[in-house]
Nanobody
């Protein structure tokens, strides 16, 4: 069974930086896409950044130029470097992954979420 474990959230002042990590564990033979979403209180979950198999990246307009997504294939880990943080970046950040795995010995795609990590940016 695939598990996603996030780390790196916390409290930071506006203008500061944080780095989030998400490690996928279990039987994994391919990573199709990994990314980060966030959800602020009273708002819908939204895409922050995603990186695909070919290292193609996509960012929300609100974070372009400030956030950078990267991955370490050997560690099945995706990172989100967040710079120039703003109070409006405060949210629970969730890792999402689509990876090739085995279920009952049958190749399948896992499509799931991490538990979330809180990011709070004070003004």
């Amino acid at each position: 069974q695939v598990q996603l474990v996030e780390s790196g959230g916390g409290l930071v002042q506006a203008g500061g930086s944080l780095r989030l990590s998400c490690a996928a564990s279990g039987i994994i033979f391919s990573i199709n896409a990994m990314g980060w979403y966030r959800q602020a209180p009273g708002k819908q979950r939204e895409l922050v950044a995603v990186i695909t198999t070919g290292s193609s990246t996509n960012y929300a307009d609100s974070v372009k130029g400030r956030f950078t997504i990267s991955r370490d294939n050997a560690k099945n880990t995706v990172y989100l470097q967040m710079n120039s943080l703003k109070p409006e970046d405060s949210a629970v950040y969730y890792c999402h992954a689509r990876v090739g795995t085995l279920a009952g010995g049958i190749p399948t795609e896992y499509n799931g979420w991490g538990q979330g990590t809180q990011v709070t940016v004070s003004s």
